[in-house]
């Protein structure tokens, strides 16, 4: 069975200080890995996708496949990331539906 | 251009009364998700369409809930006498089916009182 794990429901961190949001999933395979991003009163949106290797407003993700993570980093955060954060997998290739982990509020103060 | 539309945005019913929840996806993208939102759940998957057929309809939580797609575009969830731990935020997604970046919709909130 697939599944994903956010250990953190809550992570606050002071403005400009790194962050790291955790995620470990469990897939029999090579899954694609997701990181979708709430903000208040809007709808879920793709942050990244391992495949893209690329970075976003700051925040990257690097597949672990020995230690099944794929944890979210940024440097400096900004108020701006304040928002829900959902890792999500899939079957690789076609479409298939996502396995999200339960969220993380990163909440980030002044 | 428009992304996934869903109605109604809000929907509170009695428990026992039938409900049916909308989706529009994005022109063109063949596949199509129901997600329900819920409180201490998090996102679960209801059930996938590519085209008007459904593949995969494993995460719907009993025979109360049924879901269709026409035309390969709209769809809709149908709720049979509601129960109140039915109450939750349904979300719609659609894609293309290679990327499989699934594009959300604002979902419909429903209470069952």
């Known amino acids: 069975a697939q599944r994903v794990t956010q250990p953190e429901k809550l992570l606050s961190v002071f403005k400009g200080a790194p962050v790291e949001l955790k995620c470990n999933y469990s897939?029999?395979?090579?899954?694609?890995l997701f990181w979708y991003v709430q903000y208040s009163r809007q709808r879920l949106q793709l942050l990244l996708r391992?495949?893209s290797r690329e970075s976003i407003k700051g925040f990257t993700a690097d597949l672990n496949k020995g230690e099944t993570s794929f944890h979210l980093k940024k440097p400096f955060a900004q108020e701006e990331d304040s928002a829900m954060y959902y890792c999500?997998?899939?079957?690789?290739?076609?479409?298939?539906?996502?396995?999200f982990g339960t969220g993380t509020r990163l909440q980030v103060t002044l | 251009g428009a992304g996934v539309s869903q109605s109604p945005s809000n929907k509170v019913t009695e428990k026992g009364k039938d409900v049916e929840l909308r989706c529009d996806p994005i022109?063109?993208?063949?596949?199509l998700y129901w997600y329900r939102q819920s409180l201490g759940q998090g996102l679960e998957f209801l059930i996938y369409?590519?085209?008007?057929?459904?593949?995969?309809k494993s995460g719907l939580p009993s025979d109360r809930f049924s879901a269709e797609r026409t035309g390969g575009s709209v769809s809709t969830l149908t709720i049979q006498r509601t129960q109140q731990e039915d109450s939750a935020v349904y979300l719609c997604?659609?894609?293309?089916?290679?990327?499989?970046?699934?594009?959300f919709g604002a979902g419909t909130r429903l209470s069952v009182l």
């Open positions: 369409f590519q085209g008007n057929s459904a593949p995969d």
């Open positions: 022109s063109g993208h063949t596949a």
């Open positions: 897939y029999s395979g090579s899954p694609e």
């Open positions: 997604a659609s894609s293309l089916a290679v990327p499989n970046i699934q594009y």
């Open positions: 999500a997998l899939s079957g690789p290739g076609t479409a298939s539906k996502l396995t």
């Open positions: 391992h495949i």
